[in-house]
């Protein structure tokens, strides 16, 4: 849910994705979930928090 006034594809925006999978990642491996999975949400949320600090510093600039 995009909070009031937000813009799609802000750094803030970014952000809050980035945060939400890490917190996705941060869940305890069992047998039913792969750590392939988890894995992969740590990786997403480096690069969405990364891709949120290029858009706070060149802004509309960043595809």
């Known amino acids: ?4 006034g937000e813009v799609s594809g802000s750094p803030t925006d ?3 994705y980035a945060v939400s999978d890490l917190e996705i990642a941060r869940t305890t ?3 039913r979930i792969l750590l ?3 894995c992969f ?6 690069g969405k928090a ?3 600090c290029l ?4 802004g509309n600039y960043l595809p």
């Open 1 to 4: 849910m995009r909070l009031e």
């Open 36 to 38: 392939e999975a988890l």
């Open 41 to 46: 949400h740590a990786q997403q949320a480096a």
């Open 29 to 31: 491996p069992s047998s």
């Open 14 to 16: 970014w952000l809050r």
């Open 55 to 58: 858009k706070s510093i060149w």
């Open 50 to 52: 990364f891709r949120a």
